[in-house]
């Protein structure tokens, strides 16, 4: 069965600092993607990055970095010099490609406070 | 750019009653999807729907719950009799089934509250 485990319940920086959120996943199957979604206080479930599971190339966008690495199936996701703007709960979620389901499995989500 | 819309936003409605949340995915997705959200906690799979069936569910998906495509742009989740514990945020998503990147577009939620 698929799992995603986010340890950090909740992270508190100041403006400018890095942060890094960790994702660990579970999964047998040799194919399937991993996502990451930002819920900020309004609710909604904002689609960041998607990564295909032969692929580790990381990923930069903007602040925004993400470090997939297939040995420890660990997907973090790093925002440089964050803003209060980025305080949101971050979801890290999974989908394998097992006949054709495509349900997410997802993470507990880490809560994200960014102090000005 | 085309986004998924849901309605209402928020439903109050007593114990024992059915509810109907409706949801109108991107017009050229074909796969549909109810996820909910204790608040709180994380976001939880409840039923995939493709090709006017449902492909996939959960075991939070029981007798309680149905979903239907009513027409070509609709696609609604049913919960026959609420119970306090059905209280949660309900997300429907859809995604494009010839994209081989398993996006899921969500949209905004309606926040259900059993009294």
């Known amino acids: 069965a698929q799992k995603v485990t986010q340890a950090q319940t909740e992270i508190s920086v100041v403006e400018k600092e890095d942060v890094t959120l960790d994702c660990v996943y579970e999964t047998r199957d040799t194919t399937y993607y991993l996502f990451w979604y930002k819920q900020p206080p309004s609710g909604e479930l904002v689609f960041l990055i998607r990564r295909n599971s032969f692929d580790e190339q990381n990923e930069i966008s903007g602040r925004y970095s993400w470090n997939f690495q297939k040995s420890t199936s660990s997907f973090n996701f790093t925002i440089t010099a964050s803003q209060v703007v980025d305080s949101a709960v971050y979801f890290c979620?999974?989908?394998?490609?097992?006949?054709?389901?495509?349900?997410?499995?997802f993470g507990s989500g880490t809560r994200l406070q960014v102090q000005p | 750019e085309p986004e998924v819309t849901q309605t209402p936003s928020h439903q109050v409605t007593q114990m024992g009653q059915e509810v109907i949340l409706r949801c109108v995915p991107i017009?050229?997705?074909?796969?549909f999807y109810w996820y909910r959200q204790i608040l709180g906690q994380k976001v939880e799979f409840l039923v995939s729907f493709y090709n006017n069936e449902i492909s996939e569910k959960s075991e939070i998906f029981d007798d309680q719950f149905s979903v239907e495509r009513p027409d070509g742009s609709n696609f609604t989740l049913k919960i026959r009799s609420t119970k306090l514990e059905d209280s949660a945020m309900y997300f429907c998503?859809?995604?494009?089934?010839?994209?081989?990147?398993?996006?899921?577009?969500f949209g905004p939620g309606t926040r259900l509250t059993v009294t």
């Open positions: 979620a999974l989908s394998e490609e097992v006949a054709g389901r495509r349900a997410l499995t």
């Open positions: 017009s050229n997705h074909l796969y």
């Open positions: 998503a859809s995604s494009d089934p010839s994209s081989s990147t398993y996006e899921q577009y």
